[in-house]
């Protein structure tokens, strides 16, 4: 099948040379795109932001949760509550109480951000540290627990549709954005094995959400050895390096960390903004019309949203646009900032992606009316 454009690049009216650079003053530029940033796309330069709206009636809008005060504590992960998902992708927020019991997921494979906290993960490959800031994948059927160290908070990520797969990294080669060096895998070693033997276990296993229970009269997480190219393993986000251009603003998509069929999975990392003049210094107004887009806030200022933290989240659907704030304008007009600290978890969803009931407060619902300034 062709996948040439249907129209070749063409212009009305005043318009920049290129895409997020030298804008025709006064204007905003807003990037009507598909695939996600890599298909056919249009910018427009608009006389007012498109975020500029003065109300908005019906069910459509952008939204703002603080997961700070879900107070999702329990050993199992089976009991955190969905937060927003479709038939492809399920996320939750879970905070590990100690110990965890050995569960396995049936419904598909696992990505565990962890938000706050660190601790051993034991499961079928052996045994690992993880901390803060880190990602554990768990292939679809693996048996695992935690024993954490300092509980804290993880987003809980589940490809429902297929496995996760690392980005072809094009050009840029096959060592960035993290070298597979980087990836951490879980070790049999004198701890490992000091955990099996005869004491009675029950594994919880999650099928179609539904939760049984196995009972073995042994530890089954027994294993003495494995090969094979399928493995959990770790990424922290601190061994992700990012590309960056001093004159040109990078789409979201060159953060990719993780695809699965109908999403990815992007990490924003600490790196320097633009310094050209005429470069766009803040990420640009769009309406990806293809994605629903999901982010969650770990670490660091965010650069373009206000009063947004650590440990909150934000979902801007398909149908409308969205972009920076004003208070982050006058930032990047002022110069004031040339590198960002922020660190976020992006995920890109195909399909619609439906917010679960939450508890009262949780979601911040005055977000839509936030670009007002
Ligand atoms: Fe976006």
Known sequence: MSTSPIYWPLAQGRHSPQAHADLPAGSYEREMGRDGFAGPACHFHHAHPPTGWSAIDGELRPRAFDFNLLSASDTCPWSAPLLLGNRQLAIRQWRAGQPTPLVRDADGDLLLFVHAGAGTLFCDWGRLDYRDGDYLLLPRGAL???????????????????????????????????????LRTPVIDDAFLAQQGDTPT?????????????????????????????????????????????????????????????????????RPLESDPGALKLPFFHSNDDYDEFIFYHAGEFMSRDHIYPGMATLHPTG??????????????????????????????????????????VEWTAYADSWKG
């Open 320 to 361: 409308l646009p969205h972009g920076p704030h004003p208070k982050a304008f006058a930032t990047a007009a002022a110069g004031a900032r040339a590198f960002t600290d922020e660190v976020a978890v992006m995920v890109d969803s195909r399909k619609p992606l439906l917010v679960a009931p939450l508890p009262d407060g």
């Open 144 to 182: 695992w627990r935690l024993e954490p160290a300092t509980p804290g908070p993880m987003l809980l990520i589940e490809a429902i549709d297929g496995r996760y797969d690392l980005p072809d990294r094009g050009l840029l080669g096959r060592h960035a954005l993290f070298d597979a060096a980087c």
């Open 202 to 270: 029950a594994v919880r296993v999650k099928r179609f959400d539904r939760v049984s229970t196995l009972r073995y009269p042994f530890n089954p997480l027994d294993s003495i050895g494995w090969h094979g190219d399928l493995c959990a393993f770790a990424l922290n986000w601190r061994d992700i390096r990012p590309v960056m251009s001093h004159r040109y603003h990078l789409p979201p998509t060159v953060h990719a960390t993780f695809f699965a069929p109908g999403f990815m999975i992007s990490t924003f990392v600490p």
